[in-house]
Nanobody, 118 residues
Framework: QVQLVESGGGLVQAGGSLRLSCAAS????????MGWYRQAPGKQRELVAA???????NYADSVKGRFTISRDNAKKTVYLYMTSLKPEDTAVYYC????????????WGQGTQVTVSS
């Protein structure tokens, strides 16, 4: 059974930084693409950043240059380092493990709240 557990959210002032972590269990992990998504109140969930099994990354335009996604396959963990945070970054952040040739299902974590005060 695949489980994803996010951590690292919290309250931070505008301009501050946070690092989110997402630890996976029950999957191979190294073959899976991983992503961070966020959902603000009243808005749809949106992709923030993604990283392939080979380490290629892509980012939403709104976070380019401020957020960095990375992965540690040995620890089965994906990270999102967020800098220069803005109030509009306030949302629940979710980790997603994308399906692979072994298991085609996508899996989601429970989410972690990030609140940026102005």
């Amino acid at each position: 059974q695949v489980q994803l557990v996010e951590s690292g959210g919290g309250l931070v002032q505008a301009g501050g930084s946070l690092r989110l972590s997402c630890a996976a269990s029950g999957s191979i992990f190294s073959i899976n693409a991983m992503g961070w998504y966020r959902q603000a109140p009243g808005k749809q969930r949106e992709l923030v950043a993604a990283i392939t099994s080979g380490g290629n990354t892509n980012y939403a335009d709104s976070v380019k240059g401020r957020f960095t996604i990375s992965r540690d396959n040995a620890k089965k963990t994906v990270y999102l380092y967020m800098t220069s945070l803005k109030p509009e970054d306030t949302a629940v952040y979710y980790c997603k493990l994308s399906g692979s040739y072994v298991d085609t299902n996508d899996y989601w974590g429970q989410g972690t709240q990030v609140t940026v005060s102005s």
